[in-house]
């Protein structure tokens, strides 16, 4: 029976890809860390909670000792690192704590493995935020890097530990430079399910208006469940090497909006330019959408686009899901939960 570490098990992409090695017979040591409150209501909805091979184990990645330990007792033979400070925006009020999780933590996990079993095979979660500031498109792993935000550099530091180890030490290490990509289980805070969560609570009677910041942004944007099936692929592999993961279509906050809009079936007209656009719902006249500045970044990523294409010929990876299929599933999980009372 295989075993693997993943480092995040509360979060989004660590729900996902438990669910996938479980479903693959792997015995699965899942890291989430000791808070007031627990939230585990991912692998809850995944239904893997009480999965007879997950192991949930407390671990902070920015402790060296307990990645020590943790590697120890597990004795895996793969370490998927998807544990960070993940958000963005909130990297540029605290860029300590960001580059303290975000950037050194995952040396931690490298240096356990330099120590404990330096055949661990360890995936290391890159992102097209180290792209940042456009510089080629669409972006691939030879694009060079110019990041915009505290997380951005830090995800920078640690996607070039992975290759230092691997050069220094002969350690298979795999750095994935994933798009975003998005969900049900995705955060509240993140643009598509603040989006979604918002439209589906506005068709519900439970919310007026939806508030947002930029809406010209260009994401490419994928759906998880398909992304973690790349992250599994990255460490069966033959050598370890950095892939970027993207559907190669780009689009604005703005049409994501409109995306959802019409999932939800509500009749949207777009008004108004800049801090003043608003979105009117064109059966009510209302404004459900509008904008606030409080919510735009010191420094934006304007345009992100990927080229999948490396991961496609090396690894077999391709997306699956279409950005409406993806919106659509979004809108219609939000709209059954918030009619439930339950909103994550
Ligand atoms: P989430 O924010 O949903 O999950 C992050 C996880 O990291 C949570 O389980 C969180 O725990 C955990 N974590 C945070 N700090 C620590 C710490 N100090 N010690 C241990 N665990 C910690 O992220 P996603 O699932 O969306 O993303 C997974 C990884 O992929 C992240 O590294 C992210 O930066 C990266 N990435 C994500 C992309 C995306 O579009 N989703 C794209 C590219 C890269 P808690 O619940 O306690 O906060
Ligand atoms: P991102 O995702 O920063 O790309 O990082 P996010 O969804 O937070 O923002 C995407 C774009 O939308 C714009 N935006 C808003 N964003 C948020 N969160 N809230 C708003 O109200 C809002 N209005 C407009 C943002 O300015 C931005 O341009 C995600 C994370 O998962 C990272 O961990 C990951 O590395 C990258 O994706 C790839």
């Known amino acids: 029976m295989k075993s693997a570490v993943i480092t995040g098990i509360t979060g989004q992409d660590g729900a996902y890809l438990a669910e996938l090695l479980l479903n693959k017979g792997y015995k699965v040591f899942a890291t989430y860390r000791r808070t007031a409150s627990t939230?585990?209501?991912?692998?809850?909805?995944?239904?893997?909670?009480?999965?007879?091979?997950?192991?949930?184990?407390?671990?902070d990645l920015t402790d060296l000792s307990a990645s020590i330990r943790?590697?120890?007792?597990?004795?895996?033979?793969?370490?998927?690192?998807?544990?960070?400070?993940s958000f963005v925006g909130v990297s540029f009020d605290q860029p300590h704590t960001t580059a303290e999780i975000t950037g050194i933590g995952p040396l931690n996990l490298l240096e356990a493995i330099r120590i404990v079993n330096p055949k661990i095979r360890f995936y290391q979660a890159s992102t097209s935020e180290m792209f940042g500031k456009v510089q080629e498109i669409p972006q691939r792993e030879e694009t060079p890097f110019y990041p915009r935000s505290p997380y951005g550099v830090a995800k920078l530091y640690a996607h070039w530990m992975t290759i230092n180890y691997c050069e220094s030490y002969d350690i298979f290490g795999s750095s994935g430079i994933l798009f975003?990509?998005?969900?049900?289980?995705?955060?509240?805070?993140?643009v598509t399910r603040k989006i979604t969560d918002g439209v589906a609570k506005i068709k519900l009677g439970q919310q007026d208006c939806l508030e947002l910041g930029n809406m010209?942004?260009?994401?490419?944007?994928?759906?998880?469940?398909?992304?973690?099936?790349?992250?599994?692929?990255?460490?069966?592999?033959?050598?370890?090497?950095?892939?970027?993961?993207?559907?190669?279509r780009t689009e604005t906050v703005r049409d994501f909006v409109s995306m959802s809009c019409k999932a939800a079936d509500i009749a949207i007209e777009w008004?108004?330019?800049?801090?003043?656009?608003v979105a009117i719902d064109t059966a009510t006249g209302k404004t459900i959408v509008k904008v606030n500045p409080q919510f735009y970044r010191p420094a934006e990523v304007d345009?992100?686009?990927?080229?999948p294409q490396k991961a496609k010929s090396v690894l077999g990876w391709e997306p699956k899901t279409t950005l409406e299929g993806l919106c659509d599933m979004m809108v219609k999980a939000d709209l059954i939960r918030n009619k439930e009372g339950r909103s994550f």
């Open 180 to 190: 975003n990509h998005e969900s049900p289980l995705r955060g509240l805070e993140f």
């Open 216 to 248: 010209d942004a260009k994401r490419d944007w994928g759906f998880a469940k398909d992304y973690v099936e790349g992250m599994y692929l990255m460490l069966q592999a033959d050598e370890p090497d950095t892939f970027v993961l993207a559907t190669n």
């Open 39 to 59: 939230n585990f209501w991912r692998i809850e909805e995944l239904g893997i909670r009480q999965h007879e091979n997950l192991h949930l184990v407390e671990y």
């Open 70 to 85: 943790l590697l120890e007792n597990a004795q895996p033979d793969e370490v998927y690192n998807l544990a960070a400070q």
């Open 303 to 307: 345009l992100l686009i990927g080229n």
């Open 271 to 277: 008004q108004g330019k800049d801090e003043d656009e």
